[in-house]
C-alpha cells in the first residue's frame, strides 16, 4: 500500500517537473514571438518612411500577401491547422497595413429575405477570418450597396459573395470605372477541407498601386454570341459569375483582349479587376483557374 502511494507521487512529480519545463518553453515561445512582432512593427515603422504612404487604404499589396501566404504554406507542418496560421497572418497583415493607411471593411450582408441572416453571418466570418478584429465592419446590404460604400469611403475594403441572388444581376459592372472600387483578391485563398470561413468570396478595394503582376486579369463582357464560355476555356480562362449575357470573366493577365473578343464575340468589355490564383490543398473541388493545387499533407 504504502509501496503504491509513493509509485503515484513519484509519477505525479516527475509529470509535475515535465509540465513545468513544457510550460516554461511555451513561455519562451510566446516572449520570443512578441518579440518579433514589436520587431517587425518596427519594421513596418521604416517601410511607411520609405514608402511614404499617405492615401487611406492604399497600403494593401495584394499580390505580396499571396506571396506571403504560399510561402506560409510551403513551410507549414505539423498538427497546427494551416487556417489558424493563415488567421494569424491576415490580422497581423491587416493591423500593419492600418499602421500605414487607416480603413474600415464593408461586408455584402446579402438581401433581406430567406436565407440571408445565413448569408450575412457567413460573410461577417469571410470578413473577420481576412480582417480580424482591429477593423470596424460596415454590413451592408447585397453586392451593389457593398461597392457603393467602397466608392463614397474612398479608403475603405469590401467582401462580396461570389454566388449571388438572380435579383442582384450583373453586379460586378459598377466596378473598374477610372479610379473605382476594382475586385483586388480571392476568398478563402487556401482551399482546403474543413476550414472556417470558407464562403467563396471576392475582396474589393479603391484603385491601389500595387506594383507585383497578378496571375489573372478580371473583365465585365456582354457575351454576344453562345461560343462565348467556350472560347473563354479555350483561353485558359473562367466565368466566375453570369447574370443572362453578362459575364465575370477571369483570364490568365497576359491573354490578349482584344483578340478573344474578337474570336468570342464579347461586347462592352471593361478591366474590373485582378487576382493572385489560391492555392487548393488536396482533394478539394475548386475551379482550376482560380486555384493552383497541391497534394495534401
Ligand atoms: O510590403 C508592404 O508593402 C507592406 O505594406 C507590408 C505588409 C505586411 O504587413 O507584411 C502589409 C500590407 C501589404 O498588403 C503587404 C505586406
Redesign the pocket.
Known amino acids: 500500500m504504502m509501496a503504491a502511494t509513493e509509485t503515484t507521487n513519484s509519477v505525479s512529480e516527475k509529470d509535475a517537473a515535465q509540465l513545468a519545463a513544457i510550460r516554461a518553453t511555451i513561455d519562451r515561445l510566446d516572449a520570443e514571438m512578441h518579440e518579433r512582432l514589436i520587431e517587425?512593427g518596427a519594421a513596418?515603422g521604416t517601410?511607411i518612411r520609405v514608402?511614404g504612404t499617405s492615401r487611406p487604404g492604399a497600403?494593401?499589396?495584394?499580390g505580396?500577401?499571396a506571396d506571403?501566404m504560399r510561402r506560409l504554406v510551403a513551410r507549414h507542418e505539423g498538427a497546427l491547422p494551416l487556417w489558424t496560421v493563415e488567421h494569424i497572418w491576415r490580422e497581423?497583415?491587416t493591423t500593419?497595413?492600418r499602421m500605414?493607411a487607416p480603413f474600415d471593411v464593408a461586408y455584402d450582408a446579402g438581401t433581406p429575405g430567406p436565407g440571408s441572416t445565413a448569408h450575412g453571418d457567413a460573410m461577417r466570418d469571410v470578413a473577420r477570418f481576412l480582417f480580424g478584429f482591429t477593423v470596424a465592419l460596415h454590413r451592408q446590404q447585397g453586392a451593389l450597396d457593398t461597392i457603393n460604400h467602397i466608392r463614397e469611403s474612398g479608403t475603405d475594403l469590401g467582401v462580396v459573395a461570389l454566388a449571388q441572388p438572380a435579383a442582384a444581376g450583373a453586379w460586378w459592372r459598377a466596378l473598374g470605372r477610372p479610379a473605382g472600387p476594382r475586385i483586388i483578391a480571392l476568398a478563402p485563398f487556401i482551399a482546403v477541407a474543413g476550414r472556417p470561413a470558407e464562403m467563396p468570396a471576392l475582396v474589393i478595394a479603391p484603385e491601389l498601386a500595387d506594383p507585383t503582376p497578378p496571375d489573372l486579369a478580371l473583365f465585365a463582357v456582354t457575351a454576344l454570341a453562345p461560343e462565348a464560355s467556350r472560347a473563354i476555356r479555350a483561353a485558359s480562362g473562367t466565368v466566375m459569375a453570369e447574370a443572362g449575357r453578362e459575364l465575370l470573366v477571369a483570364l490568365p493577365a497576359a491573354t490578349s483582349v482584344a483578340n478573344l473578343s474578337a474570336r468570342a464575340g464579347f461586347d462592352d468589355v471593361a478591366q474590373i479587376g485582378a487576382l493572385s490564383r489560391g492555392i487548393a490543398i488536396g482533394d478539394i473541388a475548386v475551379d482550376h483557374v482560380l486555384y493552383q493545387s497541391v497534394a495534401g499533407a
Request: charged share 30%; net charge positive; hydrophobic share 50%.
Open positions: 517587425r513596418i517601410l514608402k497600403a494593401f499589396r495584394p505580396r500577401e506571403m497581423i497583415i500593419f497595413t500605414q
